[in-house]
């Protein structure tokens, strides 16, 4: 059984069928359709002011692109250390933003403070032209780790990144995963904590590829049409990722998504932790567990088949993910099997 990542779980149902009835004659290329062009309505209104929003295929796209925006070649944006902009794109925000610099910063959990990006920017500053311009910030929700930043949270670093004159980035990849579990609103989260740009996603929970740059201030969405098509993410047939968006989020789909793969994440998280020799390494807040295992439950599982990652942020965790299709009988099915594997020792 699957736990290695909310990227191989199927396409959620309701959202395959909206691509299918998007198959149906012709629609006009490269975003003039009529689905791609109810999205910033859609979108609009899910947070409840003005936005423009840009679909595109991959999260790596989608982040790398909306840095672009935000630092000029020669800035700093500063992130988690273990952030996926920072260590899991391959250079591509680097690229994308012709040599900016990503600054991973230090904090538990997965989540940075107010305090170490302020440091943080008094260093670069000291430096003058020597070091790279503090430019942005990126906040992921979820965090690498499976935590949530909440909303005041958010609020504190946007307030410093504000006084320091940064822009400020949200990774959303797991949004959807974040707001099920603090249950406020999504503008709560986002513009009105301070973000002014997001990558909002959909693909790790329930789509087949659909991410979006969401903009909450329209001066910076300007020219981005032309980044977008310079990146390779303006497609032809957009009207098969902007359907996915409309079924995403019609009728509250995404955040019931969101919450099976949440409370399957706890449920196992709880399991595990009762295990002898076990610990959950950081708070479970969305759909990741993050747990420390005796060798012979880690090797026996392994050897039952049961797919999860070794996690190497820290030595001796394994990564447990879940995702909306996790069924209960599938979590009970590996903690039988660790419970089995704990008692043989």
């Given amino acids: 059984m699957n736990f290695r990542s909310d990227n191989e779980a199927p396409v959620a149902p309701e959202i395959m069928a909206a ?13 003039n ?36 925006v935000l630092t000029p070649p020669w800035g700093g944006v500063y992130c988690h250390e273990e952030s996926h902009v920072g260590i899991d794109e391959s250079g591509a925000p680097e690229m994308f933003t012709a040599g900016a610099k990503m600054i991973g910063l230090g904090g538990h959990d997965g989540k940075f403070e107010p ?19 503090p430019a942005a910030v990126s906040i992921a929700q979820a965090t690498e780790a499976g935590t949530v930043y909440t909303t005041d949270e958010v609020a504190a670093l946007a307030e410093v990144a504000r006084a320091r004159g940064l822009g400020v980035h949200m990774d959303g990849a797991r949004f959807g995963n974040a707001l099920a579990t603090l249950g406020c609103a999504p503008a709560d989260l986002t513009w009105r904590a301070g973000v002014d740009v997001m990558s909002f996603g959909a693909t790790k929970n ?57 409370r399957a994440a706890k449920r196992l998280a709880e399991g595990l932790a009762a ?71």
Wanted: glycine content about 10%; some cysteine.
């Fill in 115 to 133: 305090a170490a990006l302020n440091a943080a920017v008094d260093h670069a500053l000291a430096f003058g032209v020597h070091h790279v311009a």
């Fill in 19 to 31: 691509i299918v009835d998007a198959n149906t004659g012709s629609a006009r290329a490269y975003g």
């Fill in 206 to 262: 329930g789509a087949m590829a659909a991410e979006a740059v969401v903009f909450f201030r329209p001066e910076l969405a300007q020219a981005f049409g032309h980044r977008r098509k310079r990146g390779g993410q303006l497609f032809c047939k957009m009207r098969y990722v902007s359907a996915q968006f409309e079924a995403y989020l019609r009728d509250g789909l995404w955040l019931t998504l969101a919450g099976r793969a949440n």
């Fill in 33 to 68: 359709d009529a689905i791609t062009g109810r999205l910033d309505a859609i979108f609009s209104d899910l947070f409840e002011t003005p936005v423009q929003v840009f679909p595109v295929a991959t999260g790596t796209a989608a982040n790398s692109l909306a840095l672009s």
């Fill in 275 to 345: 295990l002898p020799g076990s610990r959950i390494a950081y708070p479970v807040q969305a759909n990741e567990v993050f747990a420390v295992l005796p060798d012979s439950v880690t090797g026996g599982l392994i050897d039952d088949g049961f797919g999860f990652h070794p996690w190497p942020a820290e030595e001796g965790v394994v990564r447990f993910v879940t995702a909306f299709e996790t069924s209960d009988g599938a979590v009970d099915a590996l903690l039988d099997a660790a419970r089995r594997h704990a008692a043989s020792g």
